[in-house]
Nanobody
């Protein structure tokens, strides 16, 4: 059974940093893409960043580009999100996601085709 467990959220002042982690279990995920999404109150879940199984390439949403960095450690089945220069508008519940099939990219609009963690709250005060 696949399980994703996020950690590292919290309360931080604007301009501060947090590092989120997502530990995956239930299989080996070296052949899977891994990504992060977020959902603010009253808003839809939105894509933040993703890695691919192919190589070390990553892709981030324009809203976080240059501030957030996604990385992964295949030996630990873990994906990270380093968040710097945080803004109040980054406040949200952050979720990690893995496609249900290997060799499949993160599909930002196909939520049902991913495994999800329970989320971790990130609150940025002004």
């Amino acid at each position: 059974q696949v399980q994703l467990v996020e950690s590292g959220g919290g309360l931080v002042q604007a301009g501060g940093s947090l590092r989120l982690s997502c530990a995956a279990s239930g299989r080996t995920f070296s052949n899977y893409a891994m990504g992060w999404f977020r959902q603010a109150p009253g808003q839809e879940r939105e894509f933040v960043a993703r890695t691919t199984w192919r190589d070390d390439s990553t892709y981030s949403a324009d809203s976080v580009k240059g501030r957030f960095t996604i990385s992964r450690a295949n030996a630990k089945n873990t994906v990270y999100l380093q968040m710097n220069s945080l803004k109040p508008e980054d406040t949200a519940v952050y979720y990690c996601a893995i496609p249900k099939r290997p060799y499949t990219d993160i599909l930002p609009h196909r939520h049902d085709e991913h495994y999800w963690g329970q989320g971790t709250q990130v609150t940025v005060s002004s």
